[in-house]
């Protein structure tokens, strides 16, 4: 048995389950070794059910019987309940509003449940309890119904998996348990360095694997989890050094462009810069002199005022010609994650460029521009794909503005010295990547980002780039306004709402769904969705007002069509799901209100409520929490007191809570790299350890474990962008 061989060759694997699996993201053998346990179900603290007492929170073993559903007498909730049976005893369990617990439920299954012991009347019940089927009972429990089995199964902590309906965390013990039986960890050779594990004190891979899946208690767990996280990172930081160590090599063009050029360029801005975005601007040209490719990270929060950086700066590159020659002039691309955004960067970039004789082309999946137009020397025009593309590579577009568009094959450029990639962590590395691909001279690469990290992940992710903070707002902004409400206090925000209206301005409504919800997901119920509160809030709140609608499901053309509206002013209150996240740009909007707010992890409440700090007017945000426990409201006023994103980053980092929303889908790493992210030693020794190996051998000729399992990596992130 290898690693790489599919899951279905473990046993016959039933079409729900392979959904299942595909939603957990296993494929292979080695995607059902990587899917760690999330915690270990003590054996050794589970209890009999004689023993249990009131408030215990317990986990038993047992036969259930006699499961049937009912409704509430006076509450009508429909509820299951069922009895528990151990050698010991037995005890009643009761559901509230998952009466399909019962249905689901073999009568006389063996279960494993976990909940809390309640009474009720003198009697002992099980209330809510979770419950998973299991084939058997685990060692030392109920020895009578156990014992002939003749299981000699060590005696371990008990692994619970992250499950999918229909796919059991039992399920997937028993199939690694198979795997382990299978030979499959032998066959594998541990890709990391012996010597690294050792000066770490971590186990080998083979090691780490049982520790992780079968371990005879949490210490030895506890290191597996730190092998594999130092392996995840490790990794990072060997492909981004590598990058890195290549980009430096590649030649670049020389930009010397002398102070005073910038400046009288930067002088028509319609407001001074900013010291910091000065420093930025500086940063950059100093690269473009050097000779080698620059990579640079910008990071500002949001209306700090980065696309004056990219502007004063593709000035610089458009008004130098290629070198040894007198004519035609250096390319500058500019990637963005949304048509919005190309979009409005084109509009601010042909403000800025519009006094000079510089072609500018705008290209996304629905269409292209280009300015100036012919017929209309201050306006764009609509263009072919065909034509731009045409010129784009004769050199007559000096800047190309689009989404990934931008990045298609077909997109060649005569000379292009100069990369933008705007709110970069939106897109893979590949992609970025491929907007730079250059045979002979590299273009210089800015990547720009309003999403204030903690630095250990940029340590990881970013660690091929140098790193320029705008730490500075434009003089005059105002601190936004923040109020944590409850969904009971919405009102409140109304007013202030339509305060702001009545002088003119605009509001947000962000939502977190775009439909009604789906009646079977409980958790989803209460979530206001952005269809059907635009239509309430027309019909009872804001009458008099127009609504707009704007979500990630509308097709491109009514996306933009709905924020050309809100810009203009034809909409006043735009109800819209997190998509406005994106360096949306609406000077007049003041107020935002995030319905759902505990939803979001801070970070990304942060950067909504950056759409509303435009402009010199006061702003305010209300934060909506459908929850009112002590912990979330906690969480959210970190808004009001944090001083900046950043330290709203490090807290997102360090409450598990928002792991899912912040952590491993936007970044692409596992939760338990996400978990070493909070461990700055970790991080820093595997960039350590990184950095070193490939100092002393570049190409990893001495260590071919390694270099496969980079090249396979490699391989599998590519296939997956
Ligand atoms: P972000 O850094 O989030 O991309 P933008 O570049 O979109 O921010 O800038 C936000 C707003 O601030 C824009 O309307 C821009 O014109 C304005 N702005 C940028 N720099 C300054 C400045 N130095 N002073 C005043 N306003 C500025
Ligand atoms: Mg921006």
Known sequence: MILSQKIEELGRILPPQKDALSKLGIQ?????????????????????????????????????????????????????DGIIEDTSGSIKAVWFNQPYLAKM???????????????????????????????????????????????????????????????????????????????????????????????????????????????????????????????????????????????????????????EDIETFTKRFPFPLTLAQSH??????????????????????????????????????????????EFGHLQSAYMCPTEILATQHFESFIQYFKHLPINIGLITG???????????????????????????ASGDISILIGTHALIQKSVQFKNLGYAIIDEQHRFGTAQRKKLVRKDGTSPHLLSMTATPIPRTLALTMYGDLDLTVIDQMPIGRKPIITDILSGANRERAYERIRMELKNGRQAYIICPRIDEPDPDQEMALNAKSVKEEAKRLKKSIFPEYEIGVLHGKMKDDDKDEAMLDFKAGKTNILVATSVVEVGVNVPNATVILIEGAERFGLSQLHQLRGRVIRSENQAYCFALSESTGDKTIARLRALKTAKNGFELAELDLASRGVGDLWGRKQWGVSDVAMEAL????????????????????????QHPTLKIEIERRRKDAVHFE
């Not at 005022?305 to 700066?313: D, M």
């Not at 020794?685 to 051998?697: F, M, S, V």
């Open 28 to 80: 292979t053998i080695e995607d059902l070794l990587y899917h760690f346990p999330v915690r270990y179900g003590d054996t050794a603290t589970m209890q009999s059910i004689s023993s249990l007492r009131k408030g215990d929170s317990a986990v038993i073993f047992g036969k259930v019987t006699k499961l049937k559903t009912s409704k509430g007498f006076r509450t009508k909730i429909a509820m299951a």
């Open 105 to 259: 439920t073999p009568e006389g299954s063996f279960i494993r449940a976990e909940g809390k012991v309640a009474e009720r009347k003198g009697e002992l019940y099980l209330s809510n309890p979770k419950i998973e089927q299991i084939t058997k009972l685990p060692v030392g429990v109920g020895e009578s119904l156990f014992a002939g089995e003749g299981d000699n199964a060590p005696n371990i902590l008990y692994p619970v998996y992250p499950e999918s309906k229909g796919i059991s965390s039992n399920w997937i013990y028993h199939s690694i348990q198979k795997v382990f039986k299978g030979g499959a960890l032998d066959v594998f050779l541990d890709p990391i360095p012996e010597h690294i594990l050792t000066k770490y004190n971590l186990p080998s891979w083979k090691t780490a694997m049982i520790w992780m899946h079968a371990p005879k208690n949490l210490k030895d767990a506890e290191s597996a989890r730190k092998r594999f996280a130092f392996e995840e990172i490790f990794f990072i930081q060997l492909e981004r050094i590598r990058e890195r160590r290549a980009w430096q090599k590649n030649p670049s063009f020389i930009i010397d462009k002398a102070r």
């Open 280 to 325: 930025a601007i500086d940063a950059i040209v100093g690269d473009f002199k050097s000779g080698r490719a620059m990579s640079r990270l910008l990071e500002g929060d949001v209306g700090s005022g980065k696309t004056a950086v990219a502007a004063a700066t593709v000035h610089a590159v458009v008004t130098t010609p290629p070198k040894n020659r």
């Open 366 to 392: 629905s269409g292209c521009r280009k300015f100036p137009s012919k017929v209309n020397p201050t306006g764009w025009t609509d263009i072919s794909r065909a034509q731009l593309l045409k010129w784009t």
């Open 678 to 701: 909070r461990n700055i030693k970790m991080v820093e020794a595997a960039r350590t350890e990184a950095t070193i190996l490939l100092e002393k051998d570049e190409t990893l000729s």
